[in-house]
């Protein structure tokens, strides 16, 4: 009998306890707060950055992004001298905003600003006289900066230089440049660097008139420091980009956008010494990091960093008593070097 009693007992402390099983299978509703995790996808960044970025004529196994290394010296012309000045004052001073140097007073111009009366007219003129300092006579970046009519265009001239500093390598008339080193390119590094070394940028007064002077300053700014493809696309998230696009639903972006300052600071902290692809990821990484703090559920969209839009018009400068403050620039453009 004692052992009888000892086995039930036993059996009576391993039963499961049915009021606790329905305790902890059916908690009292309120117990937790929701949990709410909001994420974002990749796929939208890498989206802007392949809208955005080209690896030039060597391609995206061989080729790299491009960036200024030396001082950016803007021109502006073809306007009244006090609206060029102002105009130039205020894309360098964007510039300086993203933490790259521009050329003191009285520098040598390496960028061309140019308010064309006749934006067509002028790209043709210039495509055909510069086809190979600027093109390398290649007709399908001819092609693209003639065609269609758009209200800014640009063209980057770029050349092969050494990673430690040594001058441009440049074959013949090209402007893209040999591949020539001190020392050979390797499958981890490369011993030379795509960089910038002119641009011209041309502005129809017409398209632009109704756009906001600061709007149009920064646009101006955004593609004269990227080696951009001719027709960028930002996949649909926010960018100054977007000024000259009627199909926008957003609002006309005041300045750049937090996406904007944070792919250039990702291109202007790259490695030089890599291949597009590499580099390509590092602006990624760049990016994420730039906007952790800002970009909460991927749709991020305020300019210079405080959400500013504008949806008045503008023009380049106010006018004087509404006289045109544009003429036929001066030809032909000549840049340092």
Known sequence: MRLVWIVMTMLAVLAPNPA??????????????????????????RAYIDGLTTPGPHGAIEGQIARWDDPVCIRVIGGWHAVNVALADRISEVVRSLNIQTGDEGCRPNVMVVIAENPDGF????????????????????????????AIRWQHRTGTGAIDGSPLIEAGVGGRGGEAAALPNTRLRRSTADKITRAVIVIDPERVSRVPTASLVSYVAFALLIDLKP????????????LFDEGAESPVPAGLTAWDRAF?????????????????????????????????????????????????????????????????????????G
């Open 123 to 150: 790209a043709h003129v210039f495509a055909d006289r510069y086809r190979s300092r600027f093109f390398d006579n290649r007709r399908a970046e001819i092609d693209a900066f003639l065609t269609p009519p758009r």
């Open 20 to 45: 606790w099983s329905l305790e902890v299978q059916d908690p009292e509703p309120g117990v937790l707060d929701d949990v709410t995790v909001t994420g974002r996808d990749p796929r939208r960044m």
């Open 231 to 242: 027709f960028p696309d930002a996949a649909g998230n926010p960018s100054i980009l977007d």
């Open 264 to 336: 250039v600071e990702g291109v202007y902290a790259m490695s030089a010494d890599q291949r597009f692809g590499v580099q390509q990821n590092q602006i990624e990484r760049s990016m994420r990091r730039s906007l952790a703090g800002v970009i909460q559920d991927g749709s991020a969209d305020d300019a210079d960093g405080g959400g500013q839009t504008s949806s008045g018009g503008g023009g380049l400068v106010p006018s004087v008593a509404g006289t045109a403050i544009w003429a036929a620039p001066d030809f032909p453009v000549r840049l340092a």
